[in-house]
């Protein structure tokens, strides 16, 4: 069986000496190469062409998404995965632009780091699942924001009418419109816009100057 070829990048040797001890333990993987730098990879992968290339982000003169770059140009077929102290989305996206086809964290464990290798080795991207959870949570949130365009018109009306102190009878009397119709507007209200109470409506109004 061809064992997958693995180039090491991180300025932190007790770090290289734990992924390759790890790694050549599984039969499926060889390290081929340990660097400390950026610019040590790039000459690394000219000469060795590596199947995969775990490449640490935070190193200095060139970081890991300036050296991912490099080599990409080098070697448009180069089967980086970015490694991470930073569980940020923000991290894992600019490492993607940069080249890279995946990203795990310093925090996921041996098995995951594995997948990313052979998922990688096969084709396909790889977000560790550290930085998934933290991007579902960010999406939910997201969803779950109070937006005034998700309200009617009328809806509009009465959430004003609200913030200026009216209460459900004066809100019915002034509209025209049944006692019932204002309550079941003001839950709706309510609803649409994942608010709790009265007072978080009107303080959300105010912030948005309706």
Sequence with gaps: ????????VDDHKLVRDSWSFIL???????????TSNGEDAVTFVKNKNPDIILMDINMSPINGFEATKLIRQISPSAKIIGVSMHSMPAYAKRMLQSGAMGYVTKNSTKEELIEAIIE???GQNYICSEVKNILAHQE???NNRPDLNNLSR?????GE???DGLSSREIADKL???????????YNILKKLHLKNTAALVNFINSQGL
Excluded: A
């Design 140 to 142: 939910l949130e997201e």
């Design 1 to 8: 069986m061809e064992k997958i070829t693995i180039l090491l």
């Design 24 to 34: 050549n333990s599984d039969p499926h993987f060889k390290v081929i190469g340990e």
């Design 120 to 122: 990688v080795y096969n």
């Design 161 to 163: 009418l609200i913030k």
């Design 176 to 186: 025209d419109i049944s006692l019932k119709t204002v309550e079941v507007h003001r």
């Design 154 to 158: 009328r809806e509009l009306e009465i």
